[in-house]
DNA sequence: ATACATCCTGACCACTTGGTCAACAGGTGG
DNA sequence: CCACCTGTTGACCAAGTGGTCAGGATGTAT
């Protein structure tokens, strides 16, 4: 019952056109980006490729055909959301204006968080669980990053335009607070009974920080 | 091979005397103990029955006797976290003095984030994946808590004693700020090098928090 | 047509999952 | 002695896990 006629083609994706590699990226592009939802909601042991297959509307065969593993499909992920983040991490001097910089960064940050919400609670999946994959990149790339603004925010401190505050807790109050609307938005959505967060929020939320962070911190515009 | 004599006693627990109900609560607390950590390791999908029975040196039938089942087990180390949370929850008035009541707050959940990080990461790895079993608690009681805080913060904000902030990013800022140095320990440590965060850091931290945010929020001290 | 590369996928595998159960040990009270 | 309760645990089960593979479809180049 319910059999059509023995000419019935089920392969579907032929499709006559497209011939070049397209076929390719849109898999991989909706196999990544249904695998940032599930990894970020289960963790790395939690989600099933299986549960990521279905994500995309794809059988597991085919996942594992386009990413090999659960493994690198996992670590490609991580290694996109640190390209996302690297590519805001410009640099700064100590030329420039702490207020500039500091709002300019905790917007950024704040954006990062907003554009790309999945990654950003994948990001925070791995450092719950003790950042396994993440360790290199923690010790190595980020440490560096986070010391040579240290510096700069102390010399920011002696030349009087900024309290003299720890600068690596004051990043990672900025990360903390920016990250938080992405990773517990569960939370906040609950709390606040809103469905969901709308730019006009975000908008505020940004300008809350900004000012609250540059008074706190005594920032001293020129 | 290696089999010993037929009289050999695999029966450990006897141990003669504690007749009460000793066991069953060192079982538990074990058995607890051990799930908290198992938990916010991998989640609730990643956390295995056997990898928790393991981590408390007991066999995995001996743990589903104790607790029943995987998610009763989950559900009452929630309940857990949400009591102590909720210990430290006493009740404020437009009468204190707001300077001191932030202090004491951000003092207090740093304390909590620090007497139990497990705990704490329990937590969060239940709200990063869209919080579904504890849906109810935010919508209901914590939302209560967080509107009549609020409320006062207002109150603060109209009689001058701070600037006119909303007092929900603020809550959440300190939520946010507080529950990173748990949450993300992997992160902070692998930045600084440190390999562990000692009892001086978390002072200065709270110090630091401290300071920014009632700065940063024009808190008056009367 | 032939050959080649990419793409697709159901069947299958060994292993782990949460959970049940029967058998048994030890102690207590009658 | 018995009955009863608490505690212990290996054996077992159906379902799900990550991963492999053979066999086929499709399109392009020769």
Redesign the pocket.
């Known amino acids: 019952m319910t059999d059509a006629t023995e000419t019935e083609?089920?392969?579907?994706?032929?499709?006559?056109?497209e011939?070049?590699?397209a076929?390719?990226e849109r898999?991989e592009r909706s196999i990544l980006s249904a695998a940032e939802r599930v990894f970020a909601q289960y963790g790395y042991r939690g989600?099933?490729?299986?549960?990521i297959a279905e994500a995309a509307g794809?059988?597991?065969?085919?996942v594992?055909?386009?990413m090999?593993?659960?493994?690198g499909?996992y670590v490609r992920l991580l290694e996109r959301m640190m390209a996302r983040w690297n590519a805001l991490l410009d640099d700064i001097s100590v030329e420039d204006d702490p207020a500039d910089v500091l709002e300019a960064f905790i917007r950024s940050k704040m954006q990062l968080s907003r554009q790309h919400p999945e990654g950003s609670r994948l990001f925070a999946a791995e450092i719950l669980g003790g950042a396994p994959f993440l360790q290199g990149y923690l010790r190595g790339e980020l440490r560096q990053w986070v010391q040579t603004r240290a510096r700069i925010f102390e010399q920011w401190a002696e030349r009087g335009l900024m309290d003299p505050v720890d600068p690596v807790w004051l990043i990672f109050l900025i990360w903390s607070a920016t990250q938080h609307y992405a990773d517990f938005e569960a939370q906040v959505l609950g709390i606040t009974g809103k469905d969901e967060i709308s730019d006009d929020d975000v908008e505020r939320i940004t300008r809350f920080l900004t000012q609250v962070i540059l008074k706190g911190c005594g920032v001293k515009s020129r």
Chains 1, 2 share one sequence.
Do not use: E, I, M
């Open positions: 083609t089920l392969q579907r994706p032929s499709q006559s056109s011939s070049n590699g076929t390719r898999n989600a099933s490729v299986q549960a794809l059988p597991k065969s085919n594992l055909y386009y090999g593993n659960k493994r499909l």
